[in-house]
């Protein structure tokens, strides 16, 4: 399945990176009982694991702090932010995919759900394409 870059734009213009900002982010859809919701979702290959905000997983009846607690941190040296684990159905491009996935009180609230190695880069091949602005997500066999 093929998925457009996500085009940014800029509040004002970069002379690096002009009026917007190309960023791998798809459509998503989180699915917790009966409870569903659509989200965006960034492809980070940097990150560990899935992380979404803990509002989402609020939203969808789950009890957050009742998950398994994970901590985690990103490039910046301050760590010991965390997330709970809870299995949620991820639903992307019409297939449903079971995953563990975090959710966490951690992030920004206008940002993007982070799709990483467990939960997102296990299940599938992943080809950027950043000059067609072109995702391409091959699920694995098995």
């Given amino acids: ?9 800029l509040d004002r213009p970069s002379s690096f990176f002009g009026y917007s ?11 917790a009982g009966k409870e569903e919701i659509e989200y965006a979702a960034l492809i980070d290959s940097g990150a560990d694991f899935c992380i ?3 509002e989402i997983g609020e939203y969808l009846g789950l009890n957050i ?5 994970i901590e985690f941190g990103g490039i910046q040296e301050r760590g010991g932010a965390e997330a709970f684990l809870h299995k ?5 491009g019409g297939w449903d995919y079971k995953v563990e996935v975090g959710f966490s009180y ?6 993007f759900g982070i799709l990483g190695q467990k ?7 992943v080809k ?9 997500l091959k699920p694995r066999d098995g």
């Fill in 52 to 54: 979404l905000d803990a």
């Fill in 88 to 92: 949620v159905t991820l639903n992307i």
């Fill in 106 to 111: 951690d992030i920004a609230k206008q940002g």
């Fill in 128 to 136: 950027f394409d950043y000059l067609k602005e072109e995702i391409e």
């Fill in 21 to 31: 900002i190309l960023k791998p982010i798809i459509p998503i859809k989180i699915v």
């Fill in 65 to 69: 702090k009742d998950g398994s607690r």
């Fill in 119 to 125: 939960g997102f880069f296990d299940i599938f091949i």
């Fill in 1 to 9: 399945m093929k998925f457009r870059y996500h085009k940014l734009l």
